[in-house]
Structures are given as C-alpha cells and as structure tokens.
C-alpha cells in the first residue's frame, strides 16, 4: 500500500526540540523528492522544507530556516524534521508530501501527488 | 501574507459552477506549474489539479485548471454539498526556492 505515516509530534515547551518522523512505503522511496508541509489551526497551508531523492540538496522557509533540518534514510525509507527553538508559533499539525520522482522533468517539485495525514505538534508553557 | 493572493471565500448554489483564482509573479506562476488542492474538513489535502491543467486519475473532469501569464484558476462545474472545502494554488518559486501555496479559498454550497 502506497502511504507516508507521520509520527513524533505532541507538546512541548519553547525553546525545546522535536524530532518528526515520516514512514514511507509501497514505493520505492529513495526515487522520490519529499517535502515537510504544516497546518496551523484554522489556518492555509506553509512549506517547510524539501529534500532532493538522494539527499544532497535542501531548502527551508524562512521562517524555520536555522532551525529545522530536514533529513532522509533511504535504507529505512524514512523522511525526518529535527525541530530545535520552538517557538509557539511553530505550533500546527505537520505533513510529510512526496514531490516529483527522478526522472520526471521536475527536480524538488512539480506537485505534491502523496500525503500523509498529518502529526499535531504544540509548543505552549 | 501569502505569496499567492486567493479570494478567502466563494460560493455558488448546488449544479452550478464557480471558479477560483489565484494570482502572483513572475518568479512562480509566470515561469512554474500550478497546482490545485482540496482539503475536507479534517483531512490531509488531495491533488485536484497539476501542471496547469492536468486531472490525476480518479478526479472527475467537473474540476478543471487554466493558467495564463502570473494567474491561475480553478473551475468547478455541476457543485455538489461534497465539494465544500478549501482549495489551495500551489507552484514553486524560482526566486526564494521554496513551494509556496496561496491562503486558501473556502467554498461554500448553498
């Protein structure tokens, strides 16, 4: 079954870290660009941060970059978030989303074709 | 503020159609695919449409997809109470390097 499953959100305090991770399966994962994409509550859509099939190129929103790093594990088909200085802002549900695979014309994004359903992460005292 | 400009609200009566717009620049619509998604009420978004004007299999040919120069619009015919949710613009932008989405448009059947 093709899916992406989240895990490693819940709450925690400013100035914290979170590591976020994304399980992907039933396709071949190193092929495959992926990205971190967030939800506040009751608000659109923000990009977070992408990461090129094989790992060597990434790039962050302004508002996460120099804390966020987004990394990858081919052998275990496994996206991650490390989220250092929390602020309460950063508070919203996180979704790992699959961009373009190699091959296919685009490099880090075309369009996102694969969702996860989502890891809540809440940053309050 | 949202480097895509959407309405934040649209709405029409069921079986009719209403569209959807998304603007912005020449760094991301005017040289970049767009992209169209739904989000249900407590649901991950879904791909509606892709480069431009490209339906994913399974998505019916009621919902469809045009760009010219740095706007983008999303139509959808014969509405149905389903087909109340947000729909996002999506595209990448060449000069931050970073997806970037519009506010989102809630639709609303009547």
């Known amino acids: 079954q093709v899916q992406l499953v989240e895990s490693g959100g819940g709450v925690v305090q400013p100035g914290r870290s979170l590591r976020l991770s994304c399980a992907a399966s039933?396709?071949?994962?190193?092929?495959?660009?992926m990205h971190w994409v967030r939800q506040a509550p009751g608000k659109g859509l923000e990009w977070v941060a992408v990461?090129?099939?094989?790992?060597?190129?990434?790039y962050y929103a302004d508002s996460v970059k120099g804390r966020f790093t987004i990394s990858r594990d081919n052998s275990k088909n496994t996206l991650y978030l490390q989220m250092n200085s929390l602020r309460p802002e950063d508070t919203a549900v996180y979704y790992c989303?699959?961009?373009?695979?190699?091959?296919?014309?685009?490099?880090?994004?075309?369009?996102?074709?694969?969702w996860g359903r989502g890891t809540l992460v809440t940053v309050s005292s | 503020q949202s480097v895509l400009t959407q309405p934040p609200s649209v709405s029409a009566a069921p079986g009719q159609k209403v569209t959807i717009s998304c603007s912005g620049s020449?760094?991301?619509?005017?040289?970049?695919?767009v992209s169209w998604y739904q989000q249900l009420p407590g649901t991950a978004p879904k791909v509606l449409i892709y480069?431009?004007?490209k339906r994913p299999s399974g998505i019916p040919d009621r919902f469809s997809g045009s760009k010219s120069g740095t706007s983008a619009t999303l139509g959808i015919t014969g509405l149905q109470t389903g087909d109340e949710a947000d729909y996002y613009c999506?595209?990448?932008?060449?000069?931050?390097?970073?997806?970037?989405f519009g506010g989102g448009a809630k639709l609303t059947v009547l």
């Open positions: 999506g595209t990448w932008d060449s000069s931050l390097n970073a997806v970037v």
């Open positions: 990461i090129s099939y094989d790992g060597s190129n990434k």
């Open positions: 039933g396709f071949t994962f190193s092929s495959y660009a």
């Open positions: 020449s760094s991301n619509i005017g040289n970049n695919y």
């Open positions: 480069d431009n004007n």
């Open positions: 989303a699959r961009g373009p695979v190699l091959g296919s014309g685009c490099y880090l994004y075309c369009y996102f074709d694969l």
